[in-house]
């Protein structure tokens, strides 16, 4: 009866990273479609070739970018977590092998260390 109930916990988390997959897939989407819809409506508007404007459009650009590298290594990690699932090997840290607690997986499904090994991690300065 035990293992049936973590069964079950176990789906629940995985039903919450397969939408988030799609979540994130939908939005990296989106700013791939917003992209060159910007730098056009910035070009046919009118716009001056002043500085600040330019500074302003490069500005928006670069962070269009990251936000986008950002979702892309979210949507990686989420993945990774779902063939895990796959493997059989959820909620088994990458780094020890430890069984990782169910509270630290519920607060983070996509969670592929122990919180130990998450330190050590944030420590070396690796995010």
């Not at 039903?15 to 989407?29: K, P």
């Amino acid at each position: 009866m035990a293992r049936k109930t973590q069964a079950s916990r176990y789906d629940k988390l995985r039903q919450r990273l397969r939408a988030e997959e799609g979540q994130l897939q939908h939005e990296i989407e989106r700013l791939r479609a917003e992209a060159p819809a910007l730098a056009e409506e910035r070009k046919g508007a009118g716009f001056s070739t002043h500085m600040a404007e330019d500074a302003w459009g490069s500005y928006e650009r670069e962070h269009g970018l990251g936000l986008e590298e950002r979702l892309s290594a979210l949507l990686a990690e989420v993945r990774h977590t779902l063939e895990k699932f796959e493997r059989g090997t959820y909620g088994i840290c990458d780094s020890c092998g430890k069984e990782i607690p169910f509270p630290r997986l519920e607060a983070r499904p996509q969670a592929n260390l122990c919180l130990e090994c998450q330190a050590k991690k944030e420590r070396a300065g690796r995010p």
